[in-house]
Nanobody, 123 residues
Framework: QVQLVESGGGLVQAGGSLRLSCVPS????????MGWFRQAPGKEREFVAR??????YYADSVKGRFTISRDNAKNTVYLQMDSLKPEDTAVYYC??????????????????WGQGTQVTVSS
């Protein structure tokens, strides 16, 4: 059974940092592209960041503040979030995409999803 399990969410003050982790299981993910999306209350799910063999790609809203990385030895993908803002409050989802390519930022392009982890940034 394919699973992606996120962790690391929580409550943080504006300007603070959090690091999210995603551990996939059930198949080999080392060659997949991995992405992070988020969904705020009342809004559609939106792309945050992607890492693949083609490179790293960020949404403009998080560029310079968030960093995506992966450690294949630990089978883990990370999202380091710095300088957090209240507008970053959302449920954050990890996703896996079996296709290569850099600018794949639509949730329909991803094949596997985690359950999400809540990030709340207070002002």
């Amino acid at each position: 059974q394919v699973q992606l399990v996120e962790s690391g969410g929580g409550l943080v003050q504006a300007g603070g940092s959090l690091r999210l982790s995603c551990v996939p299981s059930g198949r080999t993910f080392s060659t997949d592209a991995m992405g992070w999306f988020r969904q705020a209350p009342g809004k559609e799910r939106e792309f945050v960041a992607r890492i693949s063999w083609s490179g790293i790609y960020y949404a403009d809203s998080v560029k310079g503040r968030f960093t995506i990385s992966r450690d294949n030895a630990k089978n883990t993908v990370y999202l380091q979030m710095d300088s957090l803002k209240p507008e970053d409050t959302a449920v954050y989802y990890c996703a896996a995409d079996r296709e290569f390519g850099l600018r794949r930022d639509k949730d329909s392009q991803y094949d596997y999803w985690g359950q999400g982890t809540q990030v709340t940034v207070s002002s």
